[in-house]
C-alpha cells in the first residue's frame, strides 16, 4: 500500500502543523512502526506550513519534509492511502516510556523501512558525516541530550544537575569512553557541563539556542529570529544533533524528548542507551 501522510495541526490552537522538529520525525516513525516492509511512505508537508516551513527558500521544493530528506513520488496508478498524522495507528513509543532504547534490535525493522523510504540529502547527510569524521570518528563517545526550555518550564521535567549525575555515573561505569557529545536546546549549561565532568565536551558550535537573554520559555518562542532562512535552519540544526547522536557509541536520553527518541530509533553506532 501507497500511504500519504499528512501534517495537520493537532490542536485547533496550535499555530502549525505537527509539532517541534524532532516530534515531527517521530510522528513519521510512528506511521512507519505501522506500516509492512511492503508499503512505502509519503510525507506530505506542503498542505500545511510545519515549524520549519520557510516560504520561498528553493524554488523547486514546496513540500518542507524534502528540505532534508528525499523521497519517491507517489504513483497515481497504484491506490493510495491519506492519512493524517493523528491516524498513523498503534502508539508504539511515548515520552513517558523510559523502556526505549533497552533494546535497539527491536527498532531495526523500522529504521529499515525509514531508510528503504527516505534518505537524508546532501546538504544535511554531508554536514553529519563531516562532523563525525573530524569529532568522532575512532573516539568512544557518550551522547548526551539535555532538554530544557520550555519543556521544563511548563513540564517541570529532569534537567541539568540529574543529567551531570547521571553522567558522572555512566562514565565511572565506562572508562572507555574518551569524550561527550552535548545536545542541548540551552546554550547557558555548556560551561557547566564542560566543568562538571573528568572528559572533552564537545557540540555544534554556533547554532541557535536559548541565552541568558532570550530564555524560550513557550513552545512557539524559537520560532522567531533575526537571521536569515531562520526556521529552515532550526530544522537542519535539530536534525544534525538527532543524527550525530546516532552515532555515538553510548547515548544518555533526555527526560522526555522526541530528539532522544528518534536517535534511539535510528541508532547507528549506539550501544547501551541510559536514562535518567
Not at 521544493?61 to 513520488?73: D, G, I, R, S
Not at 496508478?77 to 527491536?106: C, H, M, W
Not at 547521571?166 to 540551552?186: G, H, V, Y
Request: charged share 25%.
Amino acid at each position: 500500500m501507497q500511504y500519504k501522510l499528512v501534517f495537520i495541526k493537532t490542536h485547533p490552537s496550535h499555530l502549525i502543523a505537527g509539532i517541534g522538529v524532532g516530534g515531527n520525525v517521530m510522528m513519521v516513525m510512528s506511521m512507519i512502526s505501522n506500516m509492512t516492509d511492503s508499503d512505502s511512505l509519503y510525507v506530505d508537508m506542503e498542505t500545511n506550513e510545519v515549524i520549519w516551513t520557510q516560504n520561498k527558500l528553493f524554488s523547486d521544493l514546496n513540500n518542507a519534509w524534502e528540505y532534508y530528506f528525499t523521497q519517491k513520488p507517489l504513483d497515481p496508478a497504484k491506490p493510495i492511502k491519506t492519512l493524517s498524522v493523528q491516524e498513523t495507528g498503534n502508539i508504539n513509543f511515548r515520552y513517558e516510556d523510559d523502556s526505549i532504547g533497552e533494546d535497539l534490535s527491536l527498532y531495526t525493522p523500522w529504521k529499515n523501512r525509514f531508510y528503504s523510504n527516505f534518505s537524508l540529502r546532501p546538504a544535511l547527510q554531508n554536514s553529519v558525516n563531516d562532523y563525525y569524521d573530524v569529532y568522532i570518528k575512532d573516539k568512544v563517545t557518550l551522547g548526551v541530550q539535555i532538554r530544557l526550555t520550555d519543556q521544563k518550564y511548563h513540564n517541570h521535567t529532569k534537567g541539568l544537575d540529574v543529567s551531570i549525575t547521571k553522567m558522572r555515573q555512566i562514565l565511572s561505569e565506562n572508562p572507555d569512553i574518551e569524550q561527550i557529545f552535548l545536545a542541548t536546546d540551552d546554550e547557558t549549561i555548556i560551561p557547566r557541563v564542560t566543568n562538571s565532568v573528568p572528559l572533552p565536551v564537545i557540540y555544534q558550535e554556533g547554532i541557535y539556542r536559548a541565552n541568558e537573554y532570550d530564555r524560550q520559555l513557550n513552545p512557539y518562542d524559537r520560532m522567531e529570529a533575526t537571521r536569515k532562512n531562520h526556521r529552515y535552519l532550526l530544522g537542519f540544526e535539530c536534525l544534525q544533533d538527532i543524527f550525530t547522536l546516532t552515532k555515538c557509541n553510548y547515548l544518555l536520553k533526555a527526560d522526555k524528548s522526541a530528539i532522544s527518541i528518534v536517535a534511539c530509533l535510528l541508532a547507528e553506532n549506539i550501544k547501551k542507551v541510559y536514562t535518567l
